[in-house]
């Protein structure tokens, strides 16, 4: 599937790139952004990062006739790092496809194949339903790597909207994974969204399997049958006056051995805009994951509540916090920033205050240098 994308899609961007451009209907367009950062992290060793990172992207379409249309998209990551301590300095990074996929779409349609990034939920800091992306809610670039897979959508007049999904090849944990599916086996699922009252409804699926070669991705040998494992989420989202969501997900894995059989997660939020000032925005939510050998049963669980709080001061100002509270651990995670915009320029500071050791998106990139106490800089341009 990644060869046949990847060829593909160089056809298709090279053959509409040299479109004439007085064409309207036939657009191609080519931006990137440029992000620099640096991280201090204050606690015992001390660490400094320095990074910079460019995503250059082409996007190019054309209509095949008055009904259908083909577009294209294609996107480099470009990174590296140093990170400075007092024992070592480590110095990595990294060039590969960022996005990569062809669409064919109608108004009510849409099919889109390749390298991508898939997500939905009505949650927005803490997402049962993160299945194929790795969105850090701190981050405020809402970057994350996507994943190969053949996606389709059928918009209905009622905004009923229905989605199939197929992947493979995809070799890293995706959302909340500890475990990559296995190389040789594909996943697939599929989502139906329903009007409901104020709002919407909708109920996914997704079946994959953990194979030898995924265990082995954590250096574990010696088992050698497949391990499948199914997932049913349901998520609702409606506004009556503040707005409200859920977010649950069912996980069964079959013959697991390192992991429970049965897990789920819930998440239940409020947002609401306060007339004070410019307008104070306030979202909370509320996370409880639970696991058990057996169902219904729970052996263990987690219970996570998250505040986000965000206040305009100015045209090109905006301040945020974010705090998480661990209601196990008893230990907060604090997060506060400012952003200041001109033109293409973006500039973000922010400090974090948290544990030593991180408990929550333990598997996102990145995620061990906003432990402990710290400030990060970073700068953004667009082009």
Partial sequence: ???????????????????????????SEFRGQVIGWTNLNLDKPIQNQWGVRYIPSLTVGTPLNQTWRLDAEMSLNAYGSTLFSEESTKTSGALKPYRLWLRLSTDQFEFRAGLQKINFGSATMIRPLMWFDRIDPRDPLQLTDGVYAALARYYFLN?????????????????????????????????????????????????????????????????????????????????????????EVLKHRYNNVLLPDWENYLTLGLDYTFGIGNGLSATVEHFILSSSEELPGISSSTNFTATTLTYPPGMIDMLSAIVYYNWEEQSLYRFISWQRTWDKWTFYLLGYWNPGKIALYRNLEGNYLFAGKGLQVMFVFNH
């Fill in 159 to 247: 905004n009923t909207n229905v989605w199939f999904w197929f992947l493979y090849g995809n070799n890293e944990p995706k959302g909340w994974e500890l475990l990559p599916a296995s190389k040789k086996q594909p996943e697939y699922g599929g989502r139906i969204q329903l009007p409901l009252s104020t709002g919407e409804i909708a109920l996914s699926y997704h079946h994959r399997q953990v194979g030898p070669d995924s265990l082995r991705f954590q250096g574990i040998t010696g088992f050698y049958s497949r391990q499948p494992e199914d997932r049913l989420g349901l998520d609702g989202k409606w506004d009556v006056g503040p707005g409200i969501w859920f977010e």
């Fill in 1 to 27: 599937m990644k060869c046949l994308t990847h060829i593909g899609c160089f056809l298709v961007l090279f053959y509409s790139s040299s479109l004439s451009a007085q064409e309207e209907s036939r657009k």
